[in-house]
């Protein structure tokens, strides 16, 4: 039995997907991060970072996108999310760590230029000039896994892998940020031949994410 320790629209959704294409038995437990939950000693005690996603298996738990998305693909072989090459499999995971490491702090830098001033007021200019950067730097990313997936079926190539699920979640989060993703026409194809899985969009109907509106 899995335990999932998730909040919907977060990088989460990418191990709740996974978790869903595998048909694993799971249950979720959601961390209210707009009340802070994933900073009380409680939630600390399954991941002392302070944040989702966290994957609790026997009494073991695992954090980190990058260790927790190979390591479902692993577990359920007959799924086929783990490519047959294991110089695919490196790629694979190069892919998710590059979304992790880049990625990421990309947008939390977008929706937060505020932060890296820890509350000191740094004015409105240089807010807007950190917020811009970051916007760009995003839509940067968004456009390099645009260009990926030109020509592609999914993010590795002919085979759906578990780097697919993490992708979706940077999708959803341009929509957040008002960029125009529908500009990008691979990304939206591949956002919409995603959408059209089972496990994906039962996920996406759990989570009520926008994604579902927009498609
Ligand atoms: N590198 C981590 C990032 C996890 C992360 O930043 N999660 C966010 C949600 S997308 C979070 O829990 N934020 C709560 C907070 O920072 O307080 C991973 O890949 O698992």
């Known amino acids: 039995m899995y335990t999932l320790y998730f909040a919907p629209g977060a990088c989460s959704m990418a191990a709740h997907v996974l978790l869903e294409e595998c048909g694993a038995v799971y249950e979720v437990k959601p961390v209210a991060l707009a009340k802070g939950e994933q900073r009380t000693e409680e939630y600390r005690k399954i991941n002392p970072h302070g944040k989702v996603p966290a994957l609790a298996v ?95 079926q999914w993010m590795m190539g002919d085979q759906f892998t578990f780097a697919d699920p993490y992708a979706l979640v940077f999708y959803g989060w341009g929509v957040r940020l008002g960029l125009p993703v529908a500009d990008l026409k691979n990304y939206t194809a591949w956002k919409d031949r995603m959408i059209e899985r089972p496990a994906v969009r039962k996920v996406l109907e759990k989570e009520q994410s926008p994604l579902l509106k927009a498609a």
Do not use: M
Request: with cysteine; aromatic share 6%; hydrophobic share 45%.
């Open 58 to 152: 026997n009494g073991k738990v695992i954090t980190q996108n990058a260790a927790i998305l190979p390591y479902i693909a692993g577990q359920f072989p007959g799924a086929n999310l783990l490519p047959s090459d294991p110089v695919d499999v490196a790629n694979c995971v190069a892919v998710v760590g590059w979304l992790a490491s880049t990625v990421h702090p990309a947008f939390s830098l977008a929706l937060h230029p505020e932060r890296p001033a820890g509350g000191a007021d740094i004015g409105e200019a240089a807010l807007k000039a950190i917020s811009d950067t970051a916007h760009k730097s995003f839509w940067t990313c968004l456009e390099e896994i645009d260009e990926r997936l030109s020509g592609k």
